[in-house]
């Protein structure tokens, strides 16, 4: 089965989290999203809006084109 982009998406955002030595919890209370719902985004079951991405690049102040770097 092929992998979606959500999958790669979550990736993505657990590396960003991990190489700034954030847990899941610290993400989420940074971001003010749950971290049940980081989790979920991280394992690729969330389709996240806009809005989600903007607070989860903030938290971990990156851009959101660095967000979206490896779908280059």
Known sequence: M?????????????????????????????????????GSIERGEQNVSIVNIQKIARALNVSLAEIFKVFR
Do not use: V
């Open 2 to 38: 092929a992998r979606d982009i959500r999958y790669y998406f979550g990736q993505r955002i657990r590396d960003l989290r991990e190489q700034q030595g954030l847990s899941q919890e610290g993400l989420g209370m940074k971001s003010k999203l749950h971290r049940t719902y980081i």
